[in-house]
């Protein structure tokens, strides 16, 4: 369902959710089936590459729409990124090194699908400009940066050196030097926190969904500022 539905947007978004669901928290039996698939078939990394590059074409584009028109506001990424986002961060909890080489490299397949390229050129794509960082999708570019920072934990040498030679660390910088008043303003769909003595934590139900703004009640905090300093603590960790 992951490789043949793109285009059926509801059961490929379906697909991917039920993926998560069963590799979560680093199932290693799921994992190492997904690794057999992986391992047997390079159309399903293709297919991943696809959609991903995909998205990443459709940000380009509407940047310079938008820097063209002088147009303002977030870009909302199609939410099955994040999803296929999840799934990789998903296959490689636990430390799992097979997975992790395999993203960057086949040495057993005649051609060579280098996906973890593939989510640092989607960095890249969110990070190349001041504007575009200021317009950017904040939960799809925290789980970007969740999935390279789990890439290359283990630690994985292979893809902490593909990283750095291909200037992770200094995409990850432009996202810290942000300064907090070049925050769009606005009441955009954002991140929800909850305070817990002096610390701010991510919130989600126990289905890991995260709640609506009207359903926000207590402690509970929605404010894009936070969502602000979220991301740059992914940036942090991934550095």
């Known amino acids: 369902a992951i490789v043949c539905t793109p285009r059926l947007r509801g ?3 379906a697909a991917f959710n039920l993926a998560n669901e069963l590799l979560a928290q ?5 994992q190492e089936l997904f690794l057999a698939q992986l391992q047997g078939d390079a159309g399903f990394l293709i297919a991943l590459r696809r959609q991903i590059a995909a998205v990443t074409g459709e940000v380009t584009a509407e940047f310079k729409r ?18 296929l986002l999840e799934f990789i961060q998903q296959m490689c909890e636990g ?25 640092v050129e989607a960095l890249q794509a969110l990070c190349k ?57 606005g009441n955009d ?7 817990d003595g002096h610390e701010v934590l991510l919130l989600s139900d126990d289905d890991g969904d995260r709640p ?24 942090v960790r991934t550095i």
Request: hydrophobic share 35%; proline share 4%.
């Open 11 to 13: 059961l490929h978004l």
């Open 212 to 235: 609506a703004p009207e359903d926000l009640q207590g402690e509970e905090v929605k404010s894009p500022l936070l969502d602000f300093y979220w991301v740059k603590k992914s940036a």
């Open 129 to 185: 400009h001041k504007n575009r960082l200021v317009a950017m999708d904040v939960c799809t570019t925290t789980q970007l940066l969740d999935t390279l920072c789990e890439t290359t934990q283990g630690p994985c040498r292979g893809n902490q050196a593909f990283c750095i030679e291909n200037n992770l660390h200094e995409y990850c910088g432009r996202i810290l030097t942000m300064r907090e008043d070049e925050m769009l303003p």
């Open 95 to 119: 430390h799992f090194a097979e997975v992790k080489d395999l993203l960057r490299e086949q040495p057993k397949s005649k051609a060579t699908v280098n996906l973890l390229r593939d989510l």
């Open 26 to 30: 680093g199932n290693r039996g799921v």
């Open 189 to 195: 769909a954002q991140l929800v926190f909850t305070w």
């Open 66 to 83: 938008r820097r063209r028109m002088n147009l303002q506001g977030r870009i909302h990424l199609d939410q099955r990124l994040t999803s």
